[in-house]
T-cell receptor, first 113, second 114 residues
């Protein structure tokens, strides 16, 4: 059974601090997806990591992928309140990339001053 | 482009009633999926389709049916609603040749079964 585990599930941060969200998965998939969800809203794609060693950055967020360790990280630099949201990682459920996804339970991030 | 659209946005059903959640996309995507989101559970895959006429089960398919007669539409049917099906339902689509590989999500349908 394909499993995706995120930790922590809840993260309370102070503005300006750094932190990392971890995503472990049990498949041999070489791609991983990160999404953001604001309360009451839909999911927004943040990153698609396509191969081992892939690193992508957007503003204060940086995601990386280690397929050998089956681990992806989402690093938050100098957190600001606008980053408060729930972050999900996901992997392909099937061999065909992007067909359907298996998600982690999400990490709810709260940034306060 | 409207992207992925879902109707209705909210629905209240009584136990045993049936209904269809509608999903449509105008991006010419081949792949479409249905997920349910429950507190603390993340999103769980219900059914998916890799093209018109082709569907398959995901993680939690029991109590739901799907069909895909056109590329654009992927309705989800609840045959006999149960309180355990109270959830937020998201439809997603992905893949067109040469396009990005991520899934695009609709706005969701919030379903309550009494």
């Amino acid at each position: 059974e394909l499993k995706v585990e995120q930790n922590p599930l809840f993260l309370s941060m102070q503005e300006g601090k750094n932190y990392t969200i971890y995503c472990n998965y049990s498949t041999t998939s070489d791609r991983l997806y990160w999404y953001r969800q604001d309360p009451g809203k839909s999911l927004e794609s943040l990153f698609v990591l396509l191969s081992n060693g892939a690193v992508k950055q957007e503003g204060r967020l940086m995601a990386s992928l280690d397929t050998k360790a089956r681990l992806s990280t989402l690093h938050i630099t100098a957190a600001v309140h606008d980053l408060s949201a729930t972050y999900f990682c996901a992997v392909d459920a099937l061999g065909q990339a992007g067909t359907a996804l298996i998600f982690g339970k999400g990490t709810t991030l709260s940034v306060s001053s | 482009n409207a992207g992925v659209t879902q109707t209705p946005k909210f629905q209240v059903l009584k136990t045993g009633q049936s209904m269809t959640l509608q999903c449509a996309q105008d991006m010419n995507h081949e792949y479409m999926s249905w997920y349910r989101q429950d507190p603390g559970m993340g999103l769980r895959l219900i059914h998916y389709s890799v093209g018109a006429g082709i569907t398959d089960q995901g993680e939690v398919p029991n109590g739901y049916n799907v069909s895909r007669s056109t590329t654009e539409d992927f309705p989800l049917r609840l045959l006999s609603a149960a309180p355990s099906q109270t959830s937020v339902y998201f439809c997603a689509s992905s893949y067109s040749p040469g396009g990005p590989d991520t899934q695009y999500f609709g706005p969701g349908t919030r379903l309550t079964v009494l």
